[in-house]
């Protein structure tokens, strides 16, 4: 065997970890359309975990890595772990960064500016990567077969800066300007050992990356609010001199003075056979100490997130989808005809889960009252009449495909991108997408409507503008099998039935675990986006599909995401991504099949103040750990409940604190 192994590669190419306020964690998806259980007992998960530890803290989601051997054809020999008989040493080498803080002040993909940065009065001029004051960078730190402690990833921002200035229009916490054009005096004080993650091995020595506590939190005084200052500057969204690159219309994602504990970067390992043979994802290593230089085709890459609170609903486009839309060569059914439970069912059935998180889905908002996806919805797509329908791919059937057909967006542009033509990739100046060459009428009939990656269209209102994509359209792959299937050029298949990574040959498992970790993701509208901002869809980003390119620096990919990331995680409250971040929840009632709604975020902050549906930035850095899962509710044999051919979801393992009311205040007792 060790003769035939000429190279190794980590799986998954890209990984994601999800943030939890618990010490405890579970292990991410591994296989496509498995659902896993975050552990424990009694509790809703797919096993009957729980997603909260005995405190009601939310679990962390955590990645693994594994290593598979390649002979010199390029075929799958076997996976490298401690307990073959071919296995010496196994040494992982880790380096994260997190470059929020230093890098460009997120403005919109069609509106990047790269002179504007993020706390722009500290270390100006320079490139983010340059500006190490505000990087938290831990370091490259290594963790080797035998290691049963984890070892932990710390660093250090708003380093060696005393004093400043803050824009005026920004709110402070217990302080308001006399004057808010005015720029406000504010000292600085450094965030030490901030943790970004954990390196762990499992018994096996496959690598752990389990992510941050989530935290974040404001170094200055006095302390700058979680909130959108835009809100209240005149003309809308900011002054006209456009003096202040902080106070505009995404001034939420550009806080200043504020650290979050995500990451991303670089997962590299180096093999150690009995024989003597040195093995490395890293060119020029020799031995299992040396550093070599990174190679982008072995290398794996680490994204840390926020949680997923609806983990069995899936985005209708993911970062998966992006990457086969961005390297066609790669999508593994092309060339194929069109399978209807393959292709076409997820879709459809992603549509009709919306109905549980999103109000407009769900029928529960005026405007879409008789026009939604939920059980008694016209949109009601798995149910028995559309599914007969939908399988038929005679001519008497045609006419309602033709229809769904009809329904679907179509973005313009080209393979691989969002856009209108070649936007350059950042940090090059964008074309301006003020000229009347791009601007477009959007069609708020078709579907899905989600808001897209050009912001929604009151935000390009607001603007004066009309960028493109202001609603998120399906992939070309999405699109071109719909209308194979639309036209009657399609195979049923069989229901898809989610199988287990053991369960997979050998030869399947590398790509399971690349598209396992990333199918539940977000692959638009990136406005950042919650797992990647749009830096996703250019392919010179990328050595190969699910490979990040080596010019990328570990901390930049995900740098353009908000800042903290709390702030975007309130304000993409109504139809972003509802499947990780509900916009609404609902109860059922099994007897009258009916079912009540309520608002996701509600409740009670630490101060007993009502969590706001309008103003809850600087409520979700205490709330987001304490919020409810969605999950399917089940029947007594185990299986899900359906309505109408869909799964019944509801709210369930929310933190009861959430619910506490204010404290009454104590009257002072009468002296007798």
Known sequence: MAEKIKS????????????GDSDEFYIGPEAPGVVVDPGGSNGPGPNGGTYRDSKARLKRQAQRFRVYAYDADGKVVAEVSSDSDLVQSIHWRVHVRNMKAANYAFQGAYLFDPDKLRNPSIQPGMKPVERDKLIIDPGVHTI?????????????????????????ELRFEGFTPKDPSKEVDVTYKVAKDIELGQLRLDSRNRLLFVPAP???????????VLSNPSETVSPPNGPEDGRNPLTNQFAYFNIPGWWDDTCCGEIDVTVTLKDGTVLSTRDNVKSATDEGTRNPHAGAWIVTTPPKFAPHMYHVVSILDRVYEAFPESYPHAGKKTNFYRDIYPIFAKAVSYSWVNAAAGGVSPETKDAAHGPGQPGSLLSAEYMAAFTDPGEDSKPTRQMIYMLMRHAPGMRGRLVDSLMPPPPARPTSWKDDEFKRDEDSSKMPKLWGTGGKPLQNEQLGLSLPDQFLSLTEWQLNHLKEWADGNFEVGTPPTPVALETLSLAEQPHALDSAALEPTIGGGFHPGIEFPYLII???NFAEAFRVNESIEPGSLSAYMSSPWQGDFWSC???WWPTQRPDIVFAYDRNNRTRTYKEWFRGYDEHGEPLSSTDGYHQMAYAWPKLGMVLPVRNEDGSFLRDNGQIVFAEQERD??????PAKPVKPAKNK
């Open 656 to 661: 009861p604190a959430l619910n506490r009311p």
């Open 214 to 224: 989530g935290k974040g939190e404001c170094v200055t005084t006095p302390k700058v």
């Open 144 to 168: 080797a077969s035998g290691r049963t402690e984890p070892v932990v990833m710390k660093g250090d921002v708003f380093k060696d800066i005393e004093k400043g200035t803050l824009p005026g």
């Open 8 to 19: 190794i590669r980590i799986h998954p190419g890209i990984g994601i970890a999800r943030l």
């Open 538 to 540: 250019y392919r010179e």
């Open 573 to 575: 409250n109504v139809s």
